[in-house]
C-alpha cells in the first residue's frame, strides 16, 4: 500500500448520495514515484476539508481518461504534531470563541493529545477553566471535524471498508463504532447487505468468542432472514432453522455450539422481542406484528360495511351495462354488486376472465351511486380524486390506466413511501374507493403499510390472479386472502376473450390446469413453439428476435428466462438480442461501461429497484436517451426515458439498472408485452413450477414464441411450487373468530397454512427440532393475544429505514439465478 501526505486543495466531485469523492491534493510526501506537486486523489473520502492536510493510503490507478489517479482505501488528518501548531490548529476559524490564548491553555494542560482526550471527555476543559457552554462547543466542533473520520477509520480496522462502512455510518451516524462493538450481528438486523459472514469477520476481529450469545443470535437471526426476507415465507419451522445457524456457525471457523446454547439464544431472542415463538413456528418479530396487524385491520374495516339499496344497486348496474355496451355473467355481476356492498372486495381470475371489465363496473357503478364525477379534470387542485387506482409497480399502474381512461399510480407513490423513510407517517387518503390491482404482487410489509392508510371511508377492492407468482418479498398475501374465506371474494372463470390472443389465454388456463395442450407444438396464428436442444437455444433466439425486429421494436418484443445463468439464462440472452436491436454501429458510437456489459443510446434497460424520489419503480423499462461523457469534474452519466420520466443516472448509480431485453420472469409481473419469447431446458429444472410458466406466458399480448426442450415445459406444467409458509390464513381465521382452516393436501391454498414439513426431511433435525426447541417453545411466552386476536403487548411496528429498504430493495436479484443442480 502507498500513501500520499497532502493538502486537500479543492473537492472536484462529492457525490450526493455516498461518501464517494473525487479531490485534488497538493503533495507534501508520497511513497509513489511521482515528480508533480499535485495528485488527484478518490475514494470513499467522508467529510474532507478543503485547506486540511490529510494522509491517504491507497494505490495508483489508471483512469483511461483523466489517466493516473490515486486510489485511497484509507485516510487520516495530519494532525498538528507539535505544541505550536496544536494552539494554531485550536484558535483557527473552525472552533469559534477559541482565541489563541485559550488554545495555549489547553495543549498546555492537557498535552499533544488534547484533541483525543476532548473528544473522550469533554469535561476535561472544565478543569483547564472553560465554561461549561465553550466546553460544550468545543468538544461538539471537534467531534463534527474528526467524527466521521475517525468512525471511517475505526470501522476499517475491524474489517468495515468502502460502501458497507458507508451504510453503517449512514445507519448509525457518529454511534457506528459504538454500536459495531458493543454487537456486530445487529447489523444484520439493522444493514441491508450485511450478514451473518461479515458480521461474524467484524467479530472475529474483536475477539467475540465463538459460543458468545451475540454470535448465536446473529447466526439465528440470519438464517431467519434466509427463511422469510429472501425465501418469501413469514416465519421459520424450528428444525429448517436451526439447521440454518448451525452451518453459519460451523462456516465461521470458529467451531460449532451446542443445541443447549442455540436454545438459549433462542430465548433470549424472544425475550428481546425481536422473534415471535408460536405453535411451534418462528417469525421475525416485524413479519409476526404485520400479519397480525393485517388481519385486525381487515376485520375493522369489514366491520364497518354500510351498503347501498338494493334497488339501487340493480338500477345504477343497468345503466353501467348500458354505458359500456356489455352484459355481464352472473359471476361478474355478484361480483361488482359485492364490491359495492362491502368495505373490502377479493376479485381474482385468470387472463381474458373480465377482472378488468368488471373493475370498470365498479368504479362506474360507485361514481353513479355516490354522484361523483368521473372526469379528474373537473376537480381543483385542493380536491382529492375519490378514485384511486394503484398497482405494485410502475408499468402495472400505466397498463390499469389505459384499461380505465383514469389516472393509476403506484402503492408506493399513493403512500409517499419514500426509500429513507425514518419516521413514516401513512397520508390521510380522502373517502372514497381504492383499487389495488396486480395484488399478487403485493408482500406482507407493503400490505400492512397500505391498510394503515386504509379507514372506514374508503371501500377497498383487491384485484389480482392468485396462481401467479407470489410476492417477491415475504408472504403470499392475496392467495392467503382468499384461502381464509374471511372477505367476500368473487374468483372469475369463464373466458370471455374471443380476439386473436384467445389461443395464448386458452393456453394460460391449460397450464393453469396442469396440462399442455394437445395443439401445444402446432403452429398457431398467435403462438408457437420451436423446439431445440440447450445447444441451439442461442441460435434459435437470434433468429427469432431478427424477424421480430421486422414488425417490432425492441420495448414490444420481451425475452423472459427463469434463470441468470446458463445458455437460456438472462446474462447471456441480454447482450445477444441488444445487439440485434441496437448494435454498436462503429467505433465512435458513444458508450457507459457497466462491467458486464455496455450501454448505448437507444438500449432498454430495466430498472432494479424502487427509487420514490425519483419516481421510478422495481420492474419498470426505459430507454437511453442519452449518454454525457464525464469531464474533469465529474463521471459519465446515462440519461434513461422511462415513458416521458426522464432519469439521471450518475456512473455510481448504474448498479440500480441493467440492460432489459431479457428479464427474469419474476421482474416481469405486472407488465404485458406485444411479444414474448420463452426459452426453456431442462438445464434450470429447479426453476420449473407452474406458476413460473404461468406467470410468463400470460404476459403476452400478441405473439408468444416458446423455445426449447417440450419435456422443460411439461416439468413445469406439472410441478407445483412449494407453498409459501405463512401465519395469515390462521390469523385471519382467529381475529374473524372462524375456525381453523382444515389442512387439505390437495389445496394449494390452504396447504400453505398447515404445519407440513414439506422443506424439512432431514430426520436428524427433526430430532433435533422436537428436542433442543421444544423446551424454548413450551417456555417462550407469545406475546398476550388481546381478545380480537391482536399482540396489544407488540405495538406497531415501526418502520425502520432497513424494513423500507428491505421492501425497496428486490432480494431475488442474484438469486435466480443459482446455478443449476444437474440431476
Ligand atoms: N361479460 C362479458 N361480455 C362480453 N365480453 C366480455 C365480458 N367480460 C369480459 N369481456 C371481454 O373479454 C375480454 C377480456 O376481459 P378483461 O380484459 O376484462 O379480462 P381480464 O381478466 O382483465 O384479462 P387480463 O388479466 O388478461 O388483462 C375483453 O375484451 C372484454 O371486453
Redesign the pocket.
Known amino acids: 500500500m502507498d500513501t500520499v501526505t497532502g493538502t486537500v486543495r479543492n473537492v472536484i466531485f462529492a457525490s450526493h448520495d455516498s461518501l464517494f469523492k473525487i479531490v485534488a491534493v497538493d503533495i507534501s510526501a508520497t511513497t509513489l514515484v511521482w515528480t508533480e506537486p499535485e495528485i488527484v486523489v478518490k475514494g470513499n473520502l467522508g467529510d474532507l476539508q478543503e485547506g486540511t492536510e490529510y494522509e491517504f493510503s491507497g494505490h495508483l490507478v489508471a483512469h483511461p481518461k483523466y489517466g493516473q489517479q490515486f486510489d485511497a482505501v484509507s485516510y487520516q488528518s495530519q494532525r498538528p504534531t507539535s505544541h505550536d501548531g496544536l494552539v494554531d490548529y485550536l484558535a483557527s476559524d473552525r472552533f469559534p470563541g477559541i482565541g489563541p490564548k485559550t488554545a495555549a491553555k489547553i495543549v498546555d494542560a492537557l498535552g499533544i493529545g488534547a484533541v483525543d482526550t476532548i473528544v473522550k471527555d469533554p469535561d476535561v476543559l472544565q478543569k483547564v477553566g472553560l465554561s461549561a457552554k465553550k466546553a460544550d462547543m468545543l468538544a461538539s466542533s471537534l467531534r463534527e471535524n474528526l467524527g466521521l473520520e475517525q468512525v471511517i477509520i475505526g470501522l476499517g480496522e475491524v474489517g468495515l471498508t468502502g460502501a458497507l462502512a458507508n451504510k453503517v455510518y449512514g445507519r448509525y451516524q457518529e454511534d457506528a463504532l459504538d454500536v459495531v462493538r458493543a454487537n456486530p450481528y445487529q447489523l444484520i438486523v439493522d444493514i441491508e447487505g450485511i450478514g451473518f459472514r461479515v458480521a461474524d469477520g467484524i467479530a472475529r476481529q474483536l475477539d467475540i468468542p465463538a459460543d458468545d450469545p451475540q454470535r448465536l443470535g446473529g447466526a439465528l437471526m440470519d438464517a431467519l432472514f434466509q427463511i422469510t426476507d429472501r425465501d418469501g415465507d413469514t416465519y421459520a419451522e424450528p428444525a429448517r432453522l436451526l439447521d440454518g445457524a448451525k452451518s453459519r456457525l460451523a462456516g465461521g471457523g470458529l467451531g460449532g455450539v451446542s443445541d443447549e446454547q442455540l436454545t438459549a439464544a433462542l430465548r433470549d431472542l424472544a425475550d428481546d422481542r425481536r422473534i415471535s415463538i408460536t405453535d411451534g413456528r418462528i417469525f421475525p418479530k416485524r413479519l409476526f406484528d404485520a400479519e397480525w396487524q393485517i388481519a385486525n385491520h381487515l376485520f375493522a374495516l369489514k366491520s364497518a360495511a354500510e351498503g347501498y339499496d338494493d334497488d339501487d344497486i340493480t338500477t345504477t348496474l343497468n345503466q353501467v351495462e348500458h354505458d359500456l355496451d356489455?352484459?355481464?355473467?352472473a359471476t361478474?355481476r355478484t361480483a361488482v354488486v359485492d364490491a359495492l356492498q362491502n368495505h373490502v372486495f377479493l376479485l381474482t381470475?385468470g387472463?381474458?376472465?373480465?377482472?378488468?371489465?368488471?373493475v370498470n363496473g365498479i368504479v362506474r357503478a360507485y361514481a353513479q351511486l355516490n354522484a361523483i364525477r368521473l372526469d379528474p379534470n373537473s376537480y381543483d387542485s385542493d380536491t382529492a380524486y375519490p378514485i384511486m387506482l394503484v398497482a405494485p409497480t410502475g408499468r402495472a399502474a400505466k397498463r390499469m390506466s389505459e384499461?380505465t381512461g383514469l389516472p393509476a399510480s403506484t402503492i408506493h407513490r399513493l403512500l409517499g413511501l419514500a426509500i429513507d423513510t425514518t419516521d413514516y407517517e401513512p397520508p390521510e387518503l380522502p373517502d372514497g374507493l381504492l383499487i389495488v390491482d396486480e395484488m399478487s404482487m403485493v408482500d406482507t410489509y407493503l400490505f400492512r403499510i397500505l391498510l394503515d392508510a386504509v379507514h372506514p371511508g374508503i371501500t377497498l377492492i383487491l384485484v389480482g390472479?392468485k396462481d401467479q407468482l407470489p410476492s417477491v418479498g415475504p408472504g403470499q398475501v392475496f392467495a392467503d386472502l382468499l384461502a381464509s374465506h374471511t372477505l367476500p371474494q368473487a374468483e372469475?372463470t369463464h373466458i370471455?376473450?374471443?380476439?386473436a390472443r384467445s389461443s395464448i389465454?386458452t393456453l394460460a388456463h391449460d397450464i393453469n390446469n396442469g396440462q399442455l395442450p394437445d395443439d401445444f407444438t402446432a403452429k398457431q396464428a398467435d403462438r408457437s413453439f420451436i423446439s431445440c436442444g440447450p445447444g441451439q437455444i442461442q441460435a434459435a433466439v437470434r433468429q427469432v428476435v431478427t424477424a421480430a425486429k421486422a414488425k417490432f421494436d425492441a420495448m414490444q418484443v420481451q425475452v423472459l428466462a427463469p434463470m441468470y445463468r446458463g445458455v437460456a439464462g438472462v446474462d447471456a440472452l441480454n447482450p445477444l438480442v441488444q445487439d440485434i436491436f441496437n448494435p454498436k454501429a462503429s467505433e465512435r458510437t458513444k458508450e457507459i461501461d457497466a462491467g458486464d456489459h455496455q450501454y448505448r443510446i437507444g438500449d432498454k434497460v430495466l430498472q432494479l429497484v424502487n427509487n420514490p424520489e425519483k419516481n421510478v419503480y422495481n420492474g419498470e423499462i426505459g430507454l437511453v436517451t442519452g449518454i454525457v461523457s464525464a469531464t474533469k469534474d465529474d463521471g459519465a452519466h446515462l440519461i434513461v426515458d422511462f415513458d416521458g420520466n426522464e432519469i439521471d443516472y450518475a456512473s455510481n448509480e448504474l448498479k440500480s439498472i441493467t440492460l432489459a431485453y431479457a428479464t427474469s420472469i419474476h421482474k416481469a409481473q405486472g407488465s404485458e408485452f406485444d411479444m414474448v419469447i420463452l426459452p426453456l431446458t431442462m438445464a434450470s429444472r429447479r426453476m420449473l413450477k407452474r406458476n413460473l410458466v404461468y406467470t410468463a406466458i400470460?404476459r403476452a399480448k400478441k405473439f408468444l414464441i416458446m423455445i426449447g426442450d417440450q419435456e422443460a415445459f411439461r416439468t413445469a406444467v406439472t410441478t407445483m411450487a412449494d407453498n409459501r409458509h405463512t401465519g395469515l390464513v390462521d390469523r385471519l381465521r382467529k381475529v374473524f373468530k372462524l375456525a381453523p382452516t382444515e389442512p387439505d393436501a390437495t389445496d394449494g391454498e390452504t396447504a400453505a397454512t398447515t404445519t407440513s414439513n414439506a422443506r424439512v426431511n432431514d430426520a436428524q433435525s427433526l430430532a433435533v427440532a422436537s428436542t433442543a426447541t421444544g423446551q424454548v417453545l413450551h417456555e417462550a411466552v407469545a406475546p398476550p393475544i388481546a381478545a380480537n386476536g391482536s399482540d396489544q403487548a407488540a405495538g406497531p411496528t415501526i418502520l425502520t429505514p432497513a424494513l423500507v429498504a428491505r421492501d425497496a430493495v428486490d432480494p431475488m436479484i442474484g438469486m435466480e439465478g443459482i446455478t443449476p443442480q444437474t440431476a
Open positions: 356489455i352484459e355481464y355473467d361478474q381470475g387472463p381474458g376472465t373480465g377482472k378488468t371489465t368488471v384499461t390472479d372469475l370471455h376473450r374471443q380476439d389465454t400470460t
